[in-house]
């Protein structure tokens, strides 16, 4: 399925470096052999030569190494040149390629072609992408077990257990005059109950995948000058925020990257909650409220040592908002860290100014975003693959629902595999390929 364009790109970041790295892929990669090179190349091999211009100039030497098809990234032939890093080289390379007759490839054309040459499915073409845009060594992990296949080969295991299942319930349908109880011969019922339960346990190991890769939306609330700032400022472990005595402090959203166990927080201090006539502070206090609104955990900072003031500091907050209750300034009253349950709320009572109790703060927050201690089965997954693997298990859940009639039964058990299918690109439209592949980096 190769495309009957030459296409190129650099596939190294531009500017000053070590080395850039030219990447084409298509026909005629023999074209750009001959001019760039001036001869042929043996495969596989690394053969230091001159790049060069029309005129017989070099422009640049260094390692050059052909891949025939299929034996390449893309499935294509494949020429991949290693020169010296620097803008000014790397563009007239560029340049010269196109002259010689390829084009300009766009953001994930590479990837895609691996796609939709069959050396990669959609799962793991989509999991390129997050190892290069990993944040934590956890994520990176996770996402090259992905790349391997892990994954893909778990959806597609379960997806072939759907198809069994379906052969089955579409031959009781077909045969219903012979008398043989084909489903209670299988223990249908059984085997249904135990897809739905190995479905469910792939989309809790692929959601705990999706916060590794998205990261968890982190939210400081509460009054003016109750700590919040210095509260980033320890969970960051550096001065990111202006900390004084003065209310009101806080104008704008700072926001800060950490990570707690390799789990990304996006952490965002906002202005102090309260009503005032300042136009400033206000504007502050509504992007406050914004911020709150599209967190996944608000920490809803309060003055332990003023609780009887702030005890009712959460109800402008959004109902059914998960949040953590802050009881800080403990130093103040001399008292020791602690976390608890109080009235169905998780309540962590510590010290932003000493960084008493803030391990315990860490532990609370990944409980309440329902992080597990990752193991085997974990898999960095997508939105659209939480979304797949919700339909399935929606999918499974109307099936048994329908035991009585078969034909829905058989329905369902058809939607739920087109979802898993999805998944893995058996079917998948080609506007959802380009959305897709529109968010890689070019070169890859």
Not at 370 to 382: I, P, V
Request: negative net charge.
């Amino acid at each position: 399925m190769a495309s009957d364009e030459l296409i190129v790109a650099l596939a190294t970041p531009p500017g000053r470096g070590a080395i850039a790295v030219v990447r084409a892929s298509g026909p005629d990669v023999s074209v750009l052999m001959a001019g760039l090179l001036g001869r042929t190349l043996p495969s596989r091999t690394a053969v230091l030569a001159d790049f060069l211009a029309a005129d017989g100039e070099a422009i640049d030497q260094g390692l050059a190494l052909y891949f025939p098809a299929p034996r390449s990234y893309t499935g294509e032939e494949m020429l991949e040149l290693q020169g010296h890093g620097g803008v000014a080289v790397a563009n007239r390379l560029l340049a010269r390629c196109v002259e010689l007759g390829a084009r300009p490839a766009t953001p994930g054309e590479f990837t895609q072609r691996a796609f939709l040459n069959g050396k990669m499915d959609l799962a793991q073409a989509e999991s390129v992408a997050d190892l290069i845009e990993a944040t934590s060594a956890e994520a990176a992990r996770w996402a090259l077990r992905s790349l391997r296949g892990d994954f893909s080969q778990t959806v597609k295991a379960l997806a072939q257990e759907l198809v069994e299942f379906r052969v089955l319930v579409e031959g009781s349908m077909d045969f219903p005059e012979e008398g043989i109880d084909f489903m209670g011969a299988a223990r249908a019922e059984e085997r249904l109950g135990n897809l739905r339960h190995r479905l469910n346990r792939l989309h809790d190991s692929a959601r705990q995948g999706a916060m590794l890769r998205e990261g968890v939306r982190v939210v400081l609330a509460g009054r003016p000058n109750v700590g919040k700032s210095s509260l980033l400022n320890r969970l960051a472990e550096e001065e990111v925020a202006i900390v004084t005595e003065i209310p009101g402090t806080t104008r704008d959203l700072i926001r800060q990257h950490l990570q707690i166990n390799g789990i990304p927080l996006h952490v965002v201090d906002t202005a102090g909650l309260r009503m005032t006539r300042d136009p400033v502070e206000q504007a502050g206090i509504d992007r406050a409220r914004a911020a709150i609104a599209t967190a996944d955990l608000v920490l809803q900072v309060v003055d332990a040592s003023a609780a009887s003031v702030d005890r009712d500091a959460g109800e402008d907050l959004p109902a059914g908002l998960p949040r953590i209750r802050v009881e800080n300034k403990l130093d103040l009253l001399g008292e020791n860290p602690v976390a608890m349950i109080r009235e169905g709320l998780p309540v962590v009572r510590l010290s932003a100014k000493t960084g008493a109790g803030l391990n315990l703060l860490k532990t609370a927050i990944l409980q309440a975003v329902g992080w597990q201690a990752a193991g085997e089965g974990l898999f960095m997954a997508r939105a659209r693959h939480l979304a797949a693997l919700r339909q399935a298990a929606e999918s499974l859940e109307a099936a048994a629902g329908q035991w009585g009639r078969l034909e829905l039964v058989a329905e369902e058990l058809s939607s739920a595999h087109r979802a898993l299918g999805r998944i893995v690109g058996e079917f998948t439209s080609d506007a959802l390929l380009g959305e897709i592949f529109s968010h890689f980096c070019i070169g890859k």
